[in-house]
């Protein structure tokens, strides 16, 4: 499968203290990749060097010809003082055609609130929302940061539903940052576990095993993961201390 | 017969009223109201180098309120103290050094049509100025306004697409600064906030687009500016403050109607 982004040393470096360290990461046609990480891990940087609005320090970032890019960003709340609807908060900056606003609604459940204010959405109906508004331009790479942060656990499960639906019928892949570890394990194919340096990835089942996984997250999260054996051979305990 | 000064008040009390509703949905938008009273503040140092130097002291507002933007844009991003902090600073300083200043000068300025608006004093060269100041204003925001309001939306969706939000937050800082800048000898230094503010808030109620509040505020303040101009010349009143209570009764009159009629929103 030929590679939508390569991105190689990756490091970042801001006041005295190192935000990432040689990470990298190869995002693939038809990938379904997740990032997991503590608060504070450098992820939400690590997808903006990905997208190029964050230069890195040092490091290669390779990226296919033309790539184009759906993104949906974290803590998403509109401004209440700006009276926007649904739809023209979807083409704004946008080129597309009128039947593709009309498919992708229907695609993303939204075609009910076209004409509502975007401040008087419900956190499930905003996220959609941004899925529809980051498809529109048929991007080829998804990305998202935290997508599902602010949802009940009903909602959430709809999200993620939704996304893997997009996942199934588009020809599309999928780069996401989450913390929601059950769906993540459930849905993913492929999960890095990034704490400033990369420090596992693989199958979800494979990374629940591993010693920095486990060290990160803890065991109970762990044990919840899957069945494993304890192997602990390093601990994270120090760059969690200072 | 009608006197050229009135016809001068009205031009210039439209020309302001149009630009000032426009950004002043910005201002409302991305909550700068303190940023535009401390940069009105600053305006009066502004005046003091115009004076000190025997430029127009409509351009020594625009040189130290352009100056006010771009060291605070150069503080925030240091990031040590919080912006409403930085803006008491600047503000107040650049107020009192502008104070100081003008109480050394030898000549007497009228300190009060200052702070406060005095419409006759708008001269033929002002005119042009609020024109040729209004018409820049209103072609930048025409040609950025998606890019404006997507930023003012969220600027981490904006700059994944390509937006350079220091780029349109130094541009946004530097049209409020024109706006500042062309306004202040009719509404005031200390009021200039308010005809930003107020025709924008009551706009809000009534509109449903970005376009339609910024169409609508423009209106408004038409309107405030007008009465208030209106009363200024037959009653004597100071022009800043007319125009300021004048904006607050429409804000009144249309906030309690939208609340019986709608309910929410």
Redesign the interface.
Known sequence: MPSLIQAKDLCVTRHNKIILENVFIDVKKKDFITIIGPNGAGKSVFLECLMGSFIPDSGKIKRKDNLSVGYIPQNFSPERSMPISVERFLTLKKKFIPQELLNISKETNISGILDKNLANLSGGELQKVLLARSLLNNPELLILDEPAQNLDIKNQLNFYNLLNRIYKNRDISILMVSHDLHMVMSSTRKVVCLYHHVCCSGEPQIVAKDPEFISLFGNDMAKMMSVYQHTHNHSHQEILND | MIEPFIIRAIIAGVGIAIIAGAIG?FV???KMAYFGDSLAHSALLGVALGLVMGISTNLGTIIICSLFAVVLIWLQQKKILATDTLLGILAHSALSVGMVTLSLLEQSIDLHSYLFGDILAVSSAEIYFILFGGFFVLIFLYFNW??F??M???E??A???G?NIVFYQLLIMLLMTVVVAVSFKIVGLLLITSLLIIPA?AA?QL????E??AIISSLLAVLSVAIGVYSSLYLDTPSGPSIVVASTIIFITISVFSFIFKKN?
């Open positions: 949905c409302v938008w991305r998606s890019s309001v997507l003012t939306i969220d981490k969706l700059k994944a697409e937006i808030a809000r509109a449903n687009s970005p339609k509040m929103n």
